[in-house]
Each structure stands twice: as C-alpha cells, then as structure tokens.
C-alpha cells in the first residue's frame, strides 16, 4: 500500500516536470504577440517552478506536491493565447503597489486581468483570521483603487479568471458589491501540432480543461460614477429614485446599447422583489414570456443584423449548424420590423413582471447560448423586473408573447 502511494506521489511530480516543459514550449512557440521581457518573465516563472521539481525528483524522499504554481502559469498563458489580447506590457508583476498578473488590451480596450488557479474553497470574500488570507474584496477593493489613480496604463475594467471557479457567495457579492457582470472568456480552444509518420499531422488539445472556469468583468466607469441599475440600489425604490441616477447616460448607453436602453427607461421601473397581490393592485402590469425576453437582449435585436449579413454564410452555418435558417430568418424579420421600436409603446410606462419559472428558463437559455452583451443586457433587464411565484393570484393587464 505504502509503495503505491509512493508510485502515485512520484508519477504527480513527474507530471509536473513534463507540464513545466510544455509551458516552456508554449512561450517560446506560440507566444509571438508578446515581447522579450515578457516572455523573460514567464520563462523566469516556469524554470523556477522546475527548478523547485527537479530538486525532489532528485531526492530520495516521496512527498505531496504541494504549493505547485505551473497551474497558474498555465492559466497566465492559456489567456494570453485569446486572439483578442494584445498589447501585453506587463505579467505577473506589481502595478501601482498591488499585484496585478496581465496588463494589456482586449479586443482594443485596456484591461487588467486578475488571475486565479485556486480551489474556490480556499477563496474567501473577506480576510480571514490568517494574514495570509486577506480576502477577494480587499484584493479587489485595493487594485480598482490603484487603476483609477493610475495614469500610463489606467485600465477600462477589471477582469477576473478563476480557473476553477468561485462559490456562488463570491459570485454573488462580486455583483451586487462592484457591479460585475460574468462574461464568456474562454469559448475557443487551442491545439497543438505533432508531427508522426508519413508526413501527418496529429492535432491534439493543448493543456488543460477549463470547464469550471469562471471569469467576470468590474467596468471601472460604472463604479467611478456609480452607474448602478435598480436592485443596487436597495430593495424598494420609486420611480424617481431611478431616475436621479444615470441609468443611462452615454457610458451605459456604450455598454447596453442605446435602444435597449431607452426601451428600458420608458419603463415603470421597480425594484426586483416578490410580489404581494396588494403592492400591484390596479397598476398597469406588463407579464413577460420567455421568447419576450430572449428577443429584448438578443444581439439580433441590438444592431447586430449588419454583422451578420456580413460574415460568409460558411462560417454561418459552421457557427449556428442547425439553427442556420432560423437565425437568418430572425435577421430579415429584424430589418423588417425592428422590435425593440415595435415594443416602445407596448411596455411605455408598464411595469414588467415575470414569474419564476419563466426566470429561470431565460437564465438557463442565455447561460447556455448568449454571448457576452447578451448576458450583460439580460443581467440588467432583470433587474428591471417584478418577480412572483406561480401561487400569486392577479389580474395581468398585458401578456407579452413574441
């Protein structure tokens, strides 16, 4: 039993020494956006890490692997391998007295990247009892604080990877605490090319799976000027309230998309809570289906219809397979009569209502198939939504079905 452990434990340090020299391969090979220094940087990383290997290997001792870091490098080159990031000036290197661990720009808009290989367990929210452990949010809290001072190299926003995730409190105070929104990063895979007998070759995947991940985005405008949607701004609020913010002004507007923007402000805009049959009784209801919703966020819906016609219709089909025709023929139903200005009128002044099924439903859908804005507007447009249980009874004055 003892020397099967043993076998296990040196089979794991071996694992570690081959991913070390796949990284370093990776850097020297396949990282041609970046510059020397940084490619120092990283190389610096890894051989201290197989330093660190090679020393136990060449030990008598069998021991855990333990306080490895080649899963976070893995994670540093795995992100920098998205054909949106360029520009990287600075890895793994302090920025303004905090750690930030990628400088750069994506898709050319500068951002910050924090990094995170850990196992959400051990990411706490505040600062635990250890000084070792201060905690996501004062971590956080301190590099929004060093970007909006800083002056050479201020970001747009903050990004946050955590390769394996992150409990769902942490989740969930990152969006209610800094505005985040989860944004899809990692929808691309990379592979690698080995060359075997008669010429071929051998595509493989290249390093790990990141199934888990979670990655989420703080715009440093919305915090800086407060651009907060309803439910930041307590439980209950009236209409007034909201519109002494600026729910909408040009930042948002860049953000969201100005249609889907105003469509909102038209809007009677309540907090997002439970509804009693007494609080609503007698005002003007507006119940939202499913299909309603995905078509108010849809990036068809928001300006997208002009991309699309423009892109081959190969790489459509590649894209949406099956559901090639039926998105087309959303496109040409679009450019005949955009909805977002068929609804203005339809939901001017209603209070938009959805019951719990129906929510969830809608998450599940945009989770699954929406894209970065699309998750962004949904986020936002149910905040601007009654929720109810089925068990609620009511008069609805409207149905929105479309």
């Known amino acids: ?40 940087t990283l190389l610096r990383l890894v051989n201290s890490e197989l330093k660190f ?46 750690y930030v661990d990628i400088v750069c720009t994506l898709d050319k ?23 070792n452990n201060k905690g996501l949010k004062l971590r956080v809290e301190k590099v929004l604080a ?25 989740s969930h105070n990152l969006k209610h605490e800094f505005g985040a929104f989860q944004i899809n990063f990692l929808d691309f895979e990379f592979f690698e090319e080995e060359f075997v007998e008669d010429g071929w070759i051998n595509l493989t995947a290249a390093g790990r799976s990141y199934l888990k991940a979670q990655t989420f985005q703080i715009m440093l405008d919305i915090v800086e000027k407060k651009l907060l949607l309803p439910t930041w701004l307590g439980n209950r609020f009236n209409v007034e309230d909201a519109r002494q ?11 969201l998309g100005e249609k889907f923007c105003s469509l909102l402000s038209t809007m009677n805009l309540e907090a997002k809570y439970s509804v009693k049959p007494n609080d609503i009784l007698g005002r003007d209801l507006l119940n939202f289906d499913t299909t309603a919703l995905i078509a108010l966020v849809s990036g068809i819906s928001n300006g997208g219809t002009d991309k699309l016609l423009a892109t ?17 023929a959303q496109v040409m139903s679009e450019l005949q009569k955009p909805i977002l200005e068929e609804l203005t009128s339809v939901m001017s002044r209603k209070i938009g209502i959805i019951c719990e099924t129906v929510e ?19 986020d936002q447009l149910l905040k601007c939504l009654l929720l109810y249980d089925e068990t609620t009874i009511f008069i609805v004055t409207e149905q929105l079905r479309i």
Not at 316 to 328: A, D, E, G, P, T
Request: proline letters at 4%; one cysteine or more; glycine letters at 2%.
């Open 1 to 40: 039993m003892v020397e099967d452990v043993d076998n296990k434990l040196d089979w794991e340090w071996e694992e570690a020494r081959k991913r070390c020299i796949r990284a370093s391969k990776q850097i020297e090979n396949s990282l041609q956006h970046l510059t020397d220094s940084c490619k120092r």
């Open 53 to 98: 290997i090679l020393t136990h290997l060449s030990s008598l001792t069998s021991t855990s692997v333990i306080s490895l870091n080649i899963g976070y490098i893995e994670c540093i080159l795995h992100l920098l391998q998205n054909p949106l990031i360029s520009n990287v000036s600075r890895l793994c290197k302090p920025s303004n007295h905090v």
């Open 109 to 131: 808009t500068p951002v910050w990247f924090l990094v995170s290989d850990r196992n959400p367990n051990y990411i706490s929210w505040s600062s635990a009892s250890s000084h």
């Open 146 to 170: 060093a970007a909006k001072s800083s002056l050479m190299l201020k970001p747009a926003s903050i990004i946050l990877f955590f390769a394996n995730g992150v409990h769902p409190l942490v």
């Open 245 to 255: 913010v600026e729910l909408f002004n040009e930042e948002t507007k860049f953000i």
């Open 312 to 328: 081959p219709e190969t790489e459509l089909r590649k894209r949406f397979k099956s559901n090639y025709q039926f998105v087309i």
């Open 360 to 378: 969830l439903e809608f998450k599940q859908l945009v989770s699954m198939c929406g894209g970065p804005n699309e998750k962004l507007r949904a």
